[in-house]
């Protein structure tokens, strides 16, 4: 796949090619609860955050409901931050696009609506449409239990649960796009903006502690196993 920026480097990994995870005795449960998350970006998908900084976040991802057999998580998107995901169990589909502005390849690539994103959680006013676009997909790539991904900023993807009880892990890096500045969606057929009602609610205690055992037990089965880089 073509570096759209070649300029930014990729996220760092050691010599052997894997990611850190986050200790388990590193947690911070006040942390934890002012950064999780319930119904995050869509119902049944939980936000546990596990270490946040400037330079650094590391959350895991967990998923119930609908979401876990939906044809896709969210939508297509970008981000503010060049991230790394790892498998803890399960398995996911990374699908890429680029978006295509050429008339003359247009036929190949499918029509979406795109809107400008700020996040509510940072005081953004979430979705507004900005102009239909198409995209052409060029990439579907999938990652089994202790597989690593990368994915810089300005790449647009979405991902797909492909096995239950799926748990993602991910190392967010430094941000590259300013807060204050939207990032990019895309819907297919409709200029209505995603609904983000019921969404983004606050993760209690009792549940943040139930998503730390279970990230405790995903880590402890895979040490001794680190997980192996795709590129």
Aim: proline share 8%.
């Amino acid at each position: 796949m073509t570096n759209p920026n070649p300029s930014t480097p990729p996220p760092s990994v050691d010599d052997s090619g894997s990611v850190d995870f986050c200790l388990p005795h590193l947690i911070d449960l006040d942390e934890t609860l002012e950064n999780s998350f319930r119904d995050f970006h869509v119902k049944g998908f939980d936000y546990l955050c596990l270490l946040r900084s400037p330079e650094l976040t590391v959350k895991a991802y967990f998923f119930d409901g609908d979401v876990a057999s939906a044809p896709e998580v969210v939508n297509p998107h970008d981000h503010r931050y060049p991230f790394t995901t790892t498998v803890l169990s399960g398995e996911v589909a990374n699908r890429q696009y680029v978006p295509i502005t050429s008339e003359r390849y247009k036929h190949e690539a499918e029509p979406y609506e795109r809107f400008d994103y700020l996040t509510p959680l940072n005081g953004g006013s979430g979705f507004t449409w900005a102009e239909t676009q198409h995209l052409f997909e060029i990439s579907n790539r999938s990652y089994r239990r202790g597989a690593v991904y990368h994915q810089r900023a300005e790449e647009v993807h979405t991902i797909q649960l492909l096995a239950p009880q799926t748990v993602l892990v991910l190392h967010q890096f430094a941000d590259v796009v300013p807060v204050d500045v939207p990032t990019r969606t895309w819907r297919r057929d409709t200029r209505e903006a995603p609904s983000l009602s019921g969404l983004y609610r606050q993760m209690d205690a009792d549940h943040a502690i139930m998503r730390i055992k279970q990230y405790r037990q995903l880590v402890a089965a895979l040490e001794g196993n680190q997980p192996t880089l795709e590129l």
